[in-house]
């Protein structure tokens, strides 16, 4: 419950003292939004929905740190992440965690050039296995990748991105 309502949040926050919170867009915007006296020495890691600029803007000025954060559930928590220090940069992802791979793929599952979208799909040692008890639904987002030789899968993210030059 205190999640939602910004004057429990802060006092929460306050009362332990926290020094690293990770939360989506909406729930930074409702800490801003309620006059949240920020911290200087608080590390924000912000995911959930996409990094929109505005919120870093109102954000790098106040705390520590602040981190963008990806990956869907169905990779078992973060895929990637990536520290964020200029508002005016382009908002990037980041590079894959440890036994983790990214693929920005074409509709015939081959990889796209830097700096052209395609779809991104993941693979590694967090994928999950499929939706339980919706085979439908596995068949669709999960794949059998076609860079492995031992029938490992990837997971279609139904996400439009591409690899930057500096390979993030």
């Not at 004057?7 to 332990?16: A, G, R, S, V």
């Not at 930074?28 to 912000?46: E, F, G, M, P, T």
């Not at 590079?95 to 599952?109: C, G, M, R, S, W």
Request: charged residues 25%; hydrophobic residues 35%.
């Amino acid at each position: 419950e205190e999640a939602t309502d910004a004057d429990d949040l802060i006092d929460l926050m306050d009362e332990h003292e926290i020094s690293i919170m990770q939360a989506t867009p909406a729930t930074w915007r409702l800490l801003l939004a309620s006059q949240w006296d920020s911290d200087s020495s608080l590390k924000v890691l912000c995911g959930g929905e996409v990094m929109p600029r505005d919120l870093l803007i109102d954000l790098l000025p106040r705390v520590k740190e602040v981190w963008n954060m990806y990956g869907p559930p169905e990779t078992t928590g973060w895929s990637r992440c990536y520290p964020i220090t200029d508002a005016e940069a382009p908002i990037l992802i980041g590079k894959p965690i440890a036994n983790t791979q990214f693929y920005v793929l074409d509709e015939h599952l081959k990889p796209v050039p830097v700096g052209v979208h395609g779809e991104l799909y993941i693979g590694g040692a967090g994928v999950t296995k499929g939706y339980l008890n919706r085979d439908d639904l596995t068949e669709e987002r999960y794949i059998v990748s076609p860079f492995g030789s031992g029938g490992e899968r990837l997971y279609r993210t139904g996400d439009s991105v591409k690899f930057h030059e500096s390979g993030d």
